[in-house]
């Protein structure tokens, strides 16, 4: 029953609509619409018959003015046609008579005879035609008129001259006629409208008549079919109201009777409009209380979101359509939370979409499977997590289940993979008639030890111990019914005990400790412990007995991890945390707890199952590679990553604060020679022994780490502005003092750059570039030094970046050019050889200096192809000048360090040559005395093998780098190149004349030819070949200029080149 809005009762079947009876009352629609439909035609020809009425009638109206007017034109016609005759006769009549001379005897009726053609126009103002015609008229009518006024004049002055022959009487008599058949004409018109008038408006008459007996007839026959048709339908639908009736009563008995609950709820309120007795029972409200309830009144807060998500994701009604939308939680009157198996309906209840709703409750068979599940997922868990493996079989020696590492050991996927497998389709080694025999056997109860250790084979092949235990299956009625097997991997116990022997005996069922515990309020109480347990922490069961958990877990410090594993149960999830603790006997240890909650019926958290095992090696280990991680395995200062995490975390401090933290960038001043001098083992040594001093030298707030190979990075806090100052000058001075490695002793500098928060920069990295520039900078003005950054060092920085990239594109535009410097006998004048120097002229920034991007390149790496494709530009330069008839000369050309370091040099350098056939013997390669140092056991074979090839060496600025006789001897050397710094002070400073001698007599003891650089001046080439040095180059004789300028230099020489010969006597053209 349901209540409506008037309060009236009323059943559910009596609603159209909701049962399949409203289908037939639907005919009542079709029905009215019909009726609609026919009366709308009747009163259509009722309207069309009445309009054509009036519109008859107007028309009749019209056609009457019509025929008056055209009367009154046809009487206006006949009397001016009258009139004209009765004057003409009266004119013929007078003329010849005395009273036609007299004056004014006969005057033209013109006035009367304009006012009647006025009248006329009255009867045809609507006939544009009609007037025009009595415009003629009048226009005809003056005429006549002039031409009867001027003979009537001619008599009156002349009297007898006017007869009955006169022309102009004949013309007058013309004209005459012409005028009354013009009159005649109007009338006759006349007469023709007056006719088409009476003629149209008969016709219309009959037309409408008839239109109008047509309407009537059709609507009189219409109106008696749809009083028929009414009385037909109105007995089909008493017929059919009788059978809608006797359904509802069907369907109101099926829908009150059944024994499900069941309501229907209205879709746009979700109110509930109908319910059956069934759903009064199962929830406990009463029928007036449903229907002021919704939907989301019967359900719980909790089940409110998932209720509205469906509801706005439900497809548009189909009627007619049952489905089932799944289970649902409702709540009863008295707070009782019930499970529904809801199958939906939808319908139209009082014209509006509805939803019946059958519902079947299913919450003791759910409550009954969540049990049985959460049992069955307790013992796979338990079962999953001890390292045995488990199976057991059926009578048919078929297996019925295992756990996982049954599974996995048997070379399986999963567990699930076994069910009903043999043991012969296993892939491990067991014989399956062994197996299964000995199976026989325990279910006979045959076999008395039930529990041996034995060798197995694995599924990879290899050997292993397991110890197996196995145990017949009964079912209630105590019949054998399988087997049970458990073992486990016992090959590491083994092996220990061999080697060791340290342990009397294993444990027999886990390796693991395993503990349940109880939840009693907020207590977590330990009810179990196995042998693993006590072996791992020390405790055996009976200790752990009854002890809430926190007494192991939830000290040392470890209270707050021990919650994680509390709130991870409480949640019904896993928890796997590394706790510190202490074993009964004090030991420290670390142990890995897994743990797990089991819940009771209710979802209440009953027990827990923890599962941990002693980790503290792994957790050593993982300590010592953090620590690795974060510092530095030579000199145990923080690394980059430590160091990076305490400037970070300094700055925040600084900035909390408004302090400062600086940043001190320290690089050793010639490390480099000590390691390749004396080995790396020293260099390791003495950077241990530096980062030690350091450590000393610097607060114990203060930061000290290694950055990468000779650069470490201080990170300190100043208290007050100038602290800096003596730390940086003590650091300089203690870095200089000697360090003791082993028997040696070894000095080396420090070149400091410093950065400061927050003037510097604002986070590491900027603080760290910073100190880096401003480190080179140190460097730059000398070493052994310290500098402040400064922003310029940005800028020069920037500007570089820029150098390198554009220089990038003149490698890739071929934008570079090799120009050729002369050397020249400077006794007679010929040119002895040419030097190759690279010269770049930028489109933006013009010429730029070799001193300037040459680094760079050497920075870039670029300088390896630069320095390849001069070596390749110069030798076949020297071919075209051999091959256009010129004087053979000597080649120089420039190899960087790090070509020299190169593996592929000698291959370059053999290619160059063969590929512009030029003989090796004639081609100079000059190297720098940095070069020779920056790894010289590598240089000294690469020097070795060039000198085989033919190729001559020579040292480029002799005298201001390592300048040492011991490195003169080791090294492959053909001749020294004095540095123009020294030749440009001859004539100005007596030392640098005494150190160019220096080097001018050590080359003559070592029987090295000597060139000297940068000669300008004729004091120069004077005092230079006075000495002994006879081979120069400078802008005394030329600056490097393009191959065309070289090539006329050398034609002075053409004469001589057939005489030419190589240094060692050989004819270079033979």
């Known amino acids: 029953m349901k209540v409506n809005q008037a309060g009236s009762r009323q059943t559910v079947g009596q609603s159209q609509g909701a049962w399949p009876g409203g289908d037939i009352l639907s005919g009542k629609a079709v029905r009215r619409a019909i009726t609609f439909v026919v009366v709308t035609i009747i009163l259509s020809a009722i309207a069309l018959s009445t309009f054509l009425a009036m519109r008859q009638t107007r028309e009749q109206d019209n056609s009457l003015r019509t025929l008056q007017a055209s009367g009154r034109l046809k009487q206006d016609l006949d009397q001016v046609q009258q009139m004209m005759l009765d004057e003409h006769g009266q004119l013929y009549t007078l003329v010849g008579t005395r009273a036609f001379y007299r004056r004014a005897a006969y ?89 088409s008038t009476v003629g149209k408006s008969s016709s219309d008459a009959k037309w409408v008549a008839d239109a109008v007996l047509v309407c009537g007839a059709t609507a009189a026959v219409l109106l008696l079919a749809l009083m028929r048709w009414n009385s037909l339908i109105s007995d089909r639908l008493r017929a059919a109201l009788h059978s809608a009736d006797r359904a509802r009563a069907k369907y109101q008995r099926f829908f009150d009777e059944h024994p499900l609950p069941i309501w229907i709820f209205d879709n746009a309120s979700l109110g509930i409009v109908a319910v059956n007795a069934a759903a009064l029972r199962a929830f406990g409200y009463s029928e007036s209380e449903f229907f002021t309830m919704s939907m989301r009144d019967v ?47 939808n319908v139209e209840f009082e014209g509006a979409p509805s939803t019946m709703a059958v519902m079947l409750d299913v919450t003791t068979e759910a409550t009954a499977r969540s049990e049985l599940f959460k049992s069955k997922q307790t013992l796979e868990y338990v079962l999953d997590h001890i390292p045995q493996g488990i199976a057991w079989k059926d009578a048919d020696h078929r297996y019925a289940g295992g756990n996982e590492i049954y599974a996995r050991d048997a070379g399986l996927p999963s567990r699930s993979a076994l069910i009903g497998l043999t043991d012969g389709d296993l892939r491990w080694g067991d014989d399956p008639k062994e197996v299964r025999d000995e199976d026989v056997r325990v279910m006979r109860g045959e076999l008395t030890k039930r529990h041996f250790e034995r060798a197995a084979v694995a599924v990879d092949g290899s050997e292993v111990w397991i110890s197996e235990t196995k145990l017949p299956l009964e079912d209630q009625s105590g019949n054998i019914t399988g087997v049970l097997t458990a073992y486990e991997n016992i090959t590491a116990r083994r092996d220990a005990d061999l080697a060791l022997r340290l342990q009397a005996r294993a444990i027999d069922a886990s390796i693991n400790g395993i503990i349940i515990a109880e939840r009693l309020n907020d207590r977590h109480v330990i009810t179990f412990a196995n042998p693993a347990f006590e072996r791992i922490t020390g405790y055996s069961p009976a200790d752990v007995a009854g002890t809430d958990c926190n007494t192991l877990f939830g000290k040392d410090g470890e209270a707050q991890k021990w919650e994680r594993i509390r709130q991870a149960m409480d949640s019904n999830t896993d928890a796997n945390v590394t706790l510190f603790c202490t074993r009964k006997s004090g030991e420290r240890f670390w142990v890995n707890v897994l743990g797990a909650p089991v819940r009771d019926g209710n979802g209440e958290v009953t027990h827990h199952v923890c599962v941990m095992s002693d980790v503290t090696a792994v957790v050593d280990y993982q300590t010592r590679l953090q620590h690795q991680a974060r510092y530095d395995a030579l000199t145990d200062l923080p690394n980059r990553t430590h160091l990076n995490e305490h400037l970070t975390e300094m700055i925040r401090r600084a900035t909390r604060t408004d302090g400062q933290v600086s940043v001190l960038f320290l690089d050793l001043d010639r490390f480099k020679v000590v390691n390749d001098s004396l080995g790396h083992r020293v260099g390791d040594a003495l950077l241990a022994c530096v980062a030690k001093r350091l450590q000393r030298l610097v607060r114990s707030c203060d930061l000290v780490a290694r950055y990468g190979g000779d650069e470490f990075i201080i990170v300190v806090e100043p208290s007050k502005d100038g602290q800096l100052i003596p730390m940086l000058d003590g650091l300089i001075v203690e870095i200089g003092e000697p360090f003791h490695v082993g028997e040696q002793e070894l000095y080396v500098e420090a070149s400091i750059g410093v950065s400061t928060y927050p003037q510097d920069g604002d986070d590491a990295d900027t603080l760290i570039r910073n100190a880096d ?18 922003p310029e060092l940005n800028r020069a920085a920037a500007e570089k970046l820029q150098l390198s990239g554009r220089l990038k594109r003149a490698v890739k535009n071929q934008g570079l050019q090799v120009a050729y410097q002369p050397q020249i006998d400077m006794v007679t004048g010929r040119v002895q050889g040419v030097e190759a120097l690279l010269r770049w002229h930028d489109e933006e920034l013009g010429v730029v200096s070799p001193a300037i991007f040459v680094p760079v390149a050497e920075e870039t790496g670029l300088i390896q192809g630069i320095g390849e494709w001069v070596l390749r530009t110069a030798c076949l330069q020297a071919g075209r000048w051999r091959d256009a008839g010129l004087a053979p000369i000597r080649v120089s050309v420039n190899v960087s360090p790090l070509q020299l370091e190169h593996s592929d040099l000698l291959s370059i350098v053999r290619s160059a040559l063969e590929e512009a056939d030029w003989p090796a013997e004639m081609l100079e390669l000059e190297v720098t005395e940095g070069g020779l140092m920056r790894n010289a056991d590598a240089v000294a074979r690469v020097l070795r093998d060039l000198r085989r090839l033919g190729v001559k060496i020579a040292i480029d600025d002799f005298g201001t780098g390592y300048s040492s006789l011991s490195y003169l001897k080791r090294f492959s050397i053909d001749r020294i190149k004095i540095d123009r710094a020294f030749i440009q002070e001859i004539g100005r400073d007596t030392e640098y004349e005494a150190l160019t001698l220096a080097v001018i007599a050590i080359a003559r003891a070592l029987k090295f030819d000597v060139v000297a650089e940068g000669v300008e001046l004729d004091v120069h080439r004077r005092f230079l070949v006075e000495h002994g040095c006879l081979e120069g180059q400078g802008f005394l004789y030329s600056p490097a200029v393009p191959e065309a300028e070289i090539a006329k230099m050398l034609r002075p020489a053409l004469r001589d080149a057939t005489d030419a010969t190589a240094p060692d006597g050989t004819d270079l053209y033979s």
């Not at 005809?140 to 007869?163: D, F, K, Q, W």
């Not at 009955?164 to 005649?184: G, K, M, N, Q, R």
């Not at 140190?778 to 310290?786: D, W």
């Open 773 to 790: 520039a401003a480190m080179y900078l140190a460097k730059a003005n000398g070493r052994n030094g310290y500098q402040f950054y400064q």
């Open 107 to 195: 005057i033209f009726p013109l006035t009367a005879l304009l006012d009647l053609t006025g009248d006329a126009r009255g009867g045809c103002r609507r006939s544009d035609a009609c007037l025009s015609r009595l415009d003629d008229l009048d226009r005809m009518i003056r005429t006549l008129a002039r031409h009867s006024n001027a003979l009537a004049i001619r008599a009156t002055l002349h009297p007898g001259s006017v007869g009955l022959t006169d022309p102009a009487l004949s013309e007058i008599d013309a004209y005459f006629y012409s005028v009354l058949e013009e009159v005649v004409d109007a009338r006759m018109e006349a007469d023709t409208a007056i006719s």
């Open 299 to 345: 359900r719980p807060a909790d089940e409110l979101a998932r209720l509205r998500e469906t509801r706005e994701s439900k497809p548009e009604a189909v009627y007619g359509e049952a489905q089932s939308i799944g289970v649902w939680v409702y709540q009863t009157k008295a707070g009782e939370r019930r499970l529904m198996d809801v199958h939906h309906l």
